[in-house]
């Protein structure tokens, strides 16, 4: 089993930035990427970006490209997310999540509130 613990959620003035960051424990040595996905009240659970724990390789939503930054500490099995440039549509709850190298990302996160004001 892998557990993974979010944090950094608040709330944030538009054009602001926020952390969120991503603790996994667990069995992390079977996860091969880790992601992160927002969902906002009425509407479906949508990818913002994803790391492999081994290359590295990194993938945005086109949405989030050149405001967002994921990163990963794998000494520290934790993956962060940097917000810049908020806007009031990135308001949204924040969830991580991993998956093997084959498979869904079949681990969840209980997510961080994230909050943009004008």
């Known amino acids: 089993q892998v557990q993974l613990v979010e944090s950094g959620g608040g709330l944030v003035e538009a054009g602001g930035s926020l952390r969120l960051s991503c603790a996994a424990s667990?069995?992390?040595?079977?996860?091969?990427?880790m992601g992160w996905f927002r969902q906002a009240p009425g509407k479906e659970r949508a990818f913002v970006a994803s790391i492999t724990w081994s290359g590295g390789t990194i993938v945005y939503a086109d949405s989030v490209r050149g405001r967002f930054t994921i990163s990963r500490d794998n000494a520290k099995n934790t993956v962060y997310l940097q917000m810049s440039s908020l806007q009031l549509d990135d308001t949204a709850v924040y969830y991580c999540?991993?998956?093997?190298?084959?498979?869904?990302?079949?681990?969840w996160g209980q997510g961080t509130q994230v909050t943009v004001s004008s």
């Open positions: 667990g069995r992390t040595f079977s996860t091969y990427a």
């Open positions: 999540a991993a998956k093997g190298h084959a498979g869904p990302y079949d681990y």
